[in-house]
């Protein structure tokens, strides 16, 4: 019997209609356009509106779209992960609301929380109920409202944020398709650097955590950067050589876009080209576990089956990590 893998069948995405424009951003922090974009390679970002609206109203869309997409019926999924840092609430799992507005009846889901690197981790995990043959139909869905945690009066987080997702399917493959290989970190001493200071158990929010600003994103930028730029470059250089790999062998680096500099970095490392490298931050900014399928979405028609495809991240946690992966279909 042919061994199985777990391949990627279909992807979408969505963001949402709102567009904050670094222009916009300059009438609210002390801050510029040349300055955001010189630092960090974004332009704008889209930011989730309205009342009682939370991470899965970005993905349940995107989820819509992947069922579409992929010919699927809703009650055949089998299973359903959100990778997400901003769950709709603390519990029930966003999974499970998502699996309730879609249909998924049948689907048990979870949510799982790893920062930046969540739709890596979750892809990993994913890909093992595939490959164990218990499961037919998976979807991992990396999807944030990272606009309910940002302060808008810090102009060295808000610049960096936005809102968006993306979900794919992943299916059994025997020909030697999708997930090949994976490595994935964690480290918890890198968890003073990038945090959110109340709202959990240690600190529960009190009048006094609200009124400190203490439920918004806190990251030492300096300190992230170095963290980030070793993390990925490294862990995407070891996956390419344990895989007998060369730069001219890989067709693709999906990066985590959290800053263009960064990513710039990681390929270099690879020898890659700026031609295989995917980029929107400059559209979407960091939607944290929303960026890695945001890209696979748009970049989805340059995509061939057979494609040596390199994803990697890094994370508040520190978390981080890369998957190489075969892609298992020609563009539709």
């Given at each position: 019997m042919s061994k199985i893998t777990a391949a990627i069948t279909g992807v979408s995405g969505y963001v949402p209609d709102y567009v904050l424009t670094n222009k916009e951003l300059e009438t609210m922090v002390d801050t510029n356009d040349e300055w955001i974009t010189t630092r960090t390679g974004i332009k704008e970002r889209r930011i989730l509106k309205g009342e009682g609206k939370g991470t899965s109203h970005i993905a349940v869309p995107a989820v819509r779209e992947l069922l579409r997409k992929t010919n699927t019926k809703p009650e055949e999924v089998d299973l359903l992960i959100?990778?997400?840092?901003?769950?709709?609430?603390?519990?029930?799992?966003?999974?499970?609301?998502?699996?309730?507005?879609?249909?998924?009846?049948?689907?048990?889901?979870?949510?799982?929380?790893?920062?930046?690197?969540?739709?890596?981790?979750?892809?990993?995990?994913?890909?093992?109920?595939?490959?164990?043959?218990?499961?037919?139909?998976?979807?991992?869905?990396?999807?944030?409202?990272?606009?309910?945690?940002?302060?808008?009066?810090?102009?060295?987080?808000?610049?960096?944020?936005?809102?968006?997702?993306?979900?794919?399917?992943?299916?059994?493959?025997?020909?030697?398709?999708?997930?090949?290989?994976?490595?994935?970190?964690?480290?918890?001493?890198?968890?003073?650097?990038?945090?959110?200071?109340?709202?959990?158990?240690?600190?529960?929010?009190?009048?006094?955590?609200?009124?400190?600003?203490?439920?918004?994103?806190?990251?030492?930028?300096?300190?992230?950067?170095?963290?980030?730029?070793?993390?990925?470059?490294?862990?995407?250089?070891?996956?390419?050589?344990?895989?007998?790999?060369?730069?001219?062998?890989?067709a693709w680096l999906v990066p985590h876009q959290a800053n263009k500099r960064i990513i710039e970095a990681t390929a270099n490392r690879m020898g890659l080209s700026s031609e295989k490298v995917m980029l929107n931050i400059q559209k979407y900014g960091n939607t944290t576990s929303g960026t890695i399928p945001l890209c696979l979405w748009e970049y989805e028609n340059q995509l061939k089956k057979g494609d040596n495809i390199i994803l990697a991240a890094f994370g508040g946690g520190f978390t981080w990590g890369a998957i190489y992966l075969k892609w298992a279909y020609d563009p539709k």
């Open positions: 959100c990778a997400t840092t901003t769950p709709d609430m603390v519990f029930p799992a966003t999974a499970n609301l998502i699996t309730a507005e879609v249909g998924a009846v049948n689907a048990f889901g979870y949510d799982l929380q790893a920062a930046c690197s969540g739709f890596l981790f979750a892809l990993a995990t994913g890909s093992k109920f595939i490959e164990s043959g218990q499961y037919k139909k998976v979807i991992v869905v990396g999807a944030d409202k990272m606009s309910a945690i940002v302060d808008y009066t810090d102009r060295a987080t808000c610049i960096i944020f936005g809102d968006g997702g993306g979900a794919v399917m992943l299916e059994p493959n025997t020909e030697g398709l999708g997930i090949q290989d994976s490595i994935l970190k964690s480290d918890g001493t890198g968890a003073q650097f990038l945090h959110m200071k109340a709202g959990g158990s240690r600190k529960p929010a009190s009048i006094e955590t609200v009124q400190a600003r203490e439920h918004f994103a806190y990251q030492e930028g300096q300190q992230v950067f170095k963290f980030a730029v070793k993390g990925m470059a490294d862990v995407s250089a070891e996956i390419m050589e344990r895989n007998h790999l060369t730069g001219e062998d890989v």
